[in-house]
């Protein structure tokens, strides 16, 4: 027995009217299908486990390819390095510094797009879907504002977990210090603020949100949000990504672009690291800055609130799987919220990639070896 998936035509199965159950057993035999299997709830778990791997295998691939990619990075710098002129001591340390940071860059970025191009050769339709939401403008810059203030909470429960760690022992506080450099610094704030949150964006909120989308909104705003913890790779940074990347998915799923989204996340990074060249080891400022976004956050959510009283509450796009058996008196979905969950968070393959990053979140919290 085979879980055959609605095929790529976007007409669904051809009308199983002409293709009788004569065993009455659930099951059909289709010539260029194989015997397919015509419960809704089967299909519709099946399809829940597929996207669940696919998570999996975006999350394997985020782990492994740094790794992978940095010997063909190595390589590739070292073949640039015979065609440039270092013939100066001054020459040397300049491109020794660009050599250095353009093969972090091809591991970096390379590892998120060989996973995008991988959702969009294996995502097929569910990743070409189109959402025609429309939005007053207005809209946008309350979003904005509450994911900056959202952003500025974070900050706060972020450092205050990070100083409880600390004094048990768990991790140890290491945060990135930006270039003195006036240019080394753009470059910094471009490569960490904009190129890379684009690329997040793409991958999670522009792909990996439409493969689950089929399965309701709520669903797969969830379970973007989990695999956006998960890949963090630390628990404190895991538990706040995954509370921003819920605003972020909602922010899509309410516009239906990722255009907000990504812009919100760009400001989100942007602000701390600006402080952090700007006011460095002032708190003052920091906490002022912090309590001032948190407070526009609030005035923002509460005029959204004001202005529609529905605004927080997601639509049901679960996809009908009783019409692709045939059976049009069946409901659209079978499961809740939570079995839903359970399915994909039972998921073989899913469960051993989020196994392996935690594992790896443990290691840097010291916790095993």
Not at 51 to 79: D, K, N, R
Request: glycine content about 6%.
């Amino acid at each position: 027995m085979q879980f055959q998936r609605e095929p790529k035509s976007g007409k669904g199965y051809p009308h199983f009217t002409h293709w009788p159950d004569l065993d009455c057993d659930g099951n059909v035999y289709v010539s260029g299908y194989g015997f397919i299997h015509l419960d809704p709830q089967d299909i519709e778990r099946a399809e829940i486990r597929r996207s669940a791997s696919i998570a999996g295998g975006i999350m394997l691939m985020l782990l492994l390819l740094p790794s992978l990619l940095y010997i063909p990075a190595q390589l590739f710098v070292g073949w640039l390095a015979k065609w440039l002129p270092l013939g100066t001591p001054q020459q040397l340390v300049l491109w020794n510094a660009v050599l250095s940071q353009m093969r972090t860059d091809i591991w970096m970025y390379g590892s998120y797009l060989i996973p995008i191009f991988f959702l969009l050769g294996t995502g097929g339709r569910d990743v070409r879907q189109r959402s025609n939401t429309a939005f007053p403008p207005v809209t946008s810059i309350l979003a904005i504002l509450c994911c900056l203030g959202l952003s500025g909470l974070t900050v706060f429960v972020r450092g205050f977990l990070d100083e409880v760690l600390y004094a048990v022992n768990l991790v140890e506080v290491n945060a990135q210090t930006p270039p003195s450099v006036a240019v080394a610094q753009v470059m910094y704030l471009v490569r960490t603020s904009i190129i890379g949150v684009i690329l997040e964006e793409v991958l999670l909120r522009g792909l990996l949100l439409r493969v689950f989308r089929k399965h309701s909104d709520a669903f797969a705003l969830m379970m973007t949000a989990i695999v956006n913890g998960l890949i963090c790779g630390n628990l404190t940074d895991g538990l706040c990504t995954a509370l921003m990347a819920l605003m972020y998915g909602y922010m899509t799923l309410r516009t239906g672009s990722i255009l907000v989204p990504t812009i919100s996340h760009c400001l989100c990074v942007l602000w701390p690291e600006l402080l952090t060249i700007l006011v460095p080891n002032n708190q003052l400022a920091q906490i002022t800055v912090t309590l001032l976004l948190v407070t526009a956050g609030l005035i923002a959510f509460s005029i959204i609130c004001l202005k529609d009283e529905n605004a927080f509450i997601l639509s049901s796009r679960t996809l009908d799987y009783a019409r692709l058996s045939g059976q049009h008196t069946r409901p659209r979905s079978r499961f809740t919220f939570r079995k839903k969950l359970t399915i994909s968070l039972t998921s073989a393959f899913f469960t051993a990639s989020a196994a392996l990053w935690i594992f790896q979140a443990l290691q840097q919290m010291m916790v095993v070896s």
